[in-house]
């Protein structure tokens, strides 16, 4: 059974950074998508970074040179680097993972089968 579980949310100031992790247990695919997605209040959800097996990586173009995504896979966790974050930047991330079936590599939620809990970036001004 595979399990998703966020930390390293928080409250900053604009232009300060936090670095989210996303440990996966369980999830054992050999080609995978996982990626990183947020969801403010009132706002659907959606894609911010996003990473395959190959290491190829994609961004939003609202974060593209501020955030930074990566995987360790020893520890077989996901990360993502936000710097220079933005009041816009605040909202639930979210760790997503799919089942190796992806053909490519998107930031749109419906490929993902498996999703963390979140946790909650909040930037002010």
């Known amino acids: 059974q595979v399990h998703l579980v966020e930390s390293g949310g928080g409250s900053v100031q604009a232009g300060g950074s936090l670095r989210l992790s996303c440990a996966a247990s369980?999830?054992?695919?050999?080609?995978?998508?996982m990626g990183w997605f947020r969801q403010a209040p009132g706002k659907e959800r959606e894609g911010v970074a996003a990473?395959?097996?190959?290491?190829?990586?994609r961004y939003a173009d609202s974060v593209k040179g501020r955030f930074t995504i990566s995987k360790d896979n020893a520890k077989n966790t996901l990360y993502l680097q936000m710097n220079s974050l933005k009041p816009e930047d605040t909202a639930m991330y979210y760790c997503?993972?799919?089942?190796?079936?992806?053909?490519?590599?998107?930031?749109?939620?419906?490929?993902?089968?498996?999703w963390g809990q979140g946790t909650q970036v909040t930037v002010s001004s």
């Open positions: 997503a993972a799919d089942s190796g079936l992806m053909p490519a590599i998107s930031l749109e939620p419906h490929p993902y089968n498996y």
């Open positions: 990473i395959d097996s190959d290491g190829n990586t």
């Open positions: 369980g999830y054992t695919y050999s080609r995978y998508c």
